[in-house]
């Protein structure tokens, strides 16, 4: 009886630390050179009556330069900026990066999410020629600049827009869109990969509700075993 008690419970507990709904492609799609005309993909997640606890994008590039690229992901009014145009800031010193953003050439299974140890906008810190660490994991850019902005627009450091503060506590029901484009002319990116994962958790009253309801189910047994074995 403990053992059921305990299996119990235990799915109970797994059920509110959350679920990962997941969805990719390889679209192998040159990036357009103009920001307002991009590449995008809509996608779907179903999971009604819960809502996002993490987001995560995981992309892989390659081709053209990174300075250059812009990205984001939309839920419903809520948009985050994924990448815009990184090492771009006011270029007179190397702690604010270059004017025209870095030369390095592609995103090798680069992951964007809020447990990145560092804004993906500098990744390079002071140096020009940089590529990402292959399968690093950065926070997103976050910054609302146009990607044609002059470079006194841009902090070199990133912003502060996260997944969490953009989509966190929100229904994941309905159409999700990510988006890729290149804002300056010249020689074009490719991207090769792409996947966005979020983690689902019950709303928390339903989740209180199922706690409370399995305390109650399992009081009711517990009595009735002891009043069985009394006899």
């Known amino acids: 009886m403990k053992l059921w008690l305990f299996s119990a419970v235990f799915s109970v507990a ?4 959350g ?6 492609g390889s679209p192998s799609q040159e990036i357009p050179d103009d920001y ?3 590449w995008g993909t809509t996608f779907n997640f179903e999971s009604v009556g819960l809502q996002i606890s993490d987001v995560t994008v995981t992309f892989t590039t390659s081709g053209g330069y990174n300075g250059d690229l812009y990205a984001y992901l939309t839920h419903g009014s809520s948009t985050l900026v ?5 090492g771009v800031a006011n270029g007179t010193s190397d702690t604010q990066l270059f004017d025209n953003g870095y030369s390095g050439s592609g995103f090798n299974n680069i992951t964007v999410s809020d447990s990145g140890a560092g804004n993906i906008h500098n990744y390079g810190g002071s140096t ?6 292959v399968g690093g994991t950065y926070k997103a850019d976050g910054q609302t600049a146009s990607p044609v902005t002059a470079p006194t627009g841009y902090g ?6 996260t997944f969490a503060n953009t ?3 929100s229904d994941p029901n309905g159409d999700w869109v990510l988006y890729f484009s290149d804002a ?14 979020i983690t689902t958790v019950p709303e928390p009253v339903n989740a209180a509700l199922s706690v409370f309801g399995l305390l109650f189910v399992a009081a009711s047994v517990l009595r009735f075993c002891r009043r069985r074995d009394s006899k």
């Open 14 to 17: 797994l059920a509110v630390q």
């Open 19 to 24: 679920t990962v709904y997941t969805y990719s």
């Open 36 to 38: 307002t005309s991009g």
């Open 82 to 86: 994924l990448l815009n145009r990184v």
């Open 128 to 133: 020009l020629n940089s590529t990402p660490t």
């Open 156 to 161: 070199a450091s990133g912003g502060s827009a």
């Open 167 to 169: 989509f966190g506590g």
């Open 184 to 197: 300056s002319g010249g020689s074009a990116a490719t991207l090769n990969s792409w996947s966005v994962g």
